[in-house]
Structures are given as C-alpha cells and as structure tokens.
C-alpha cells in the first residue's frame, strides 16, 4: 500500500510522512527528491522561500514539459513501490496517476488555511487529484476511509484531525 500525503509548500507534509514513516514502519519516500537533486541553485541562494518555491516552480515545469512522467518513472526506478510507503509531495496528477493504485492506495490531503505562501501553478494540479479522487468517491469506486483532507489553521490540529487507524487499517 502506497500512503500519498498531498499539498501546497508549508502545509507539513514533510513532518506528517516523517512521523507516520516511523510510527507505522513504511518508507517515506520524497517525490520532490530528484528535483531538488537537479535544481541547480539551494534554497539558501534566495531573499525568500517563496522566492525559492517560485523558481523551483518554474523549474520543476520546464522538467516536466520535456518528459510529463519524469517523476513517476524515477519514483518506480529507485524504489520498490510494492512495499508499504508513504509517498510525499505529488502535485503533477500525470505523475498520480501513473502512481496511485485505485483498489489498494490512500491519500492525505493537507490544506494549511493559514499558508503565507502564494498557490503556483504547478500547486494546482493538487485540485484536479483531489477532483479526482471525490469523483471515484462519489461513484463509489474507492472507500470514503482512502481519502482524507485534513484543513487546518495551527499544525498542531493535524494530530487531532488525522484519522491513522483508517489510513493505516488495510482491512474494511
């Protein structure tokens, strides 16, 4: 079972796939991994992270026009996606969907109400997964327990929020 965590920058997607990657014994893997490998500038080289989430952005795109599944391919190619792990930070929805198992995956979707970050472009792509994702709900092709959003003001409310025996029950 692969456990997608999904968000906009700053939303604690990081600490969340730590914690539960260590609680439960899957990997965490990064999606943004081989980005940041190639991005040719640091975080620290920016004024600002939004600066850098800018740049990165617009990076990441010019990547992603040349090969749309660069992500998914280098995900599957460097890990055993068969073993249960926590996948953090998809936004491209090729990318998801290449990824995500319909009958088997989970997602977390976190929404920080109070981001002090501006949404990219590529952040968007966070809306057509989730647009996804309520369809097969509301169809009925996946189980209302294998996606949860998770909308907060504090950090401190994703503890409280987060519903881990669905996520991490694989039986119904």
Same mark, same amino acid.
């Given at each position: ?84 792990? &926590? !996948?953090?930070?998809? +936004?491209?929805?090729?990318?998801? $969907? *290449? ?6 995956? @989970? ?33 009925? &092709? !996946?189980?209302?327990? +294998?996606?949860?959003?998770?909308? $907060? *003001? ?6 409280? @929020? ?11």
């Amino acid at each position: 079972m692969k456990v997608f965590i999904i968000g906009a920058t700053k939303s604690g997607k990081t600490t969340l796939a730590e914690k539960l990657s260590k609680k439960y014994n899957f990997k965490h893997i990064k999606a943004s991994a081989l980005i940041r490998d190639i991005f040719p500038k640091n975080e620290s080289d920016f004024k600002s992270k939004q600066e850098f989430t800018e740049a990165i952005t617009k990076f990441s795109l010019d990547v992603n026009r040349k090969d749309p599944y660069i992500i998914s391919r280098y995900l599957r190619t460097s890990n055993n996606l068969d073993q249960n792990c &926590i !996948i953090e930070g998809i +936004r491209n929805p090729n990318d998801f $969907f *290449e990824l995500f198992d319909i009958a088997n995956d @989970k997602v977390i979707l976190l929404k920080h109400e109070n981001n002090d970050l501006k949404e990219t472009e590529f952040e968007k792509g966070i809306e057509i997964i989730k647009d996804y994702l309520l369809w097969n709900l509301r169809v009925e &092709i !996946i189980y209302p327990k +294998r996606f949860h959003e998770i909308k $907060f *003001e504090d950090y401190k409310e994703i503890d409280r @929020k987060l519903d881990v025996k669905s996520i991490f029950n694989v039986s119904y």
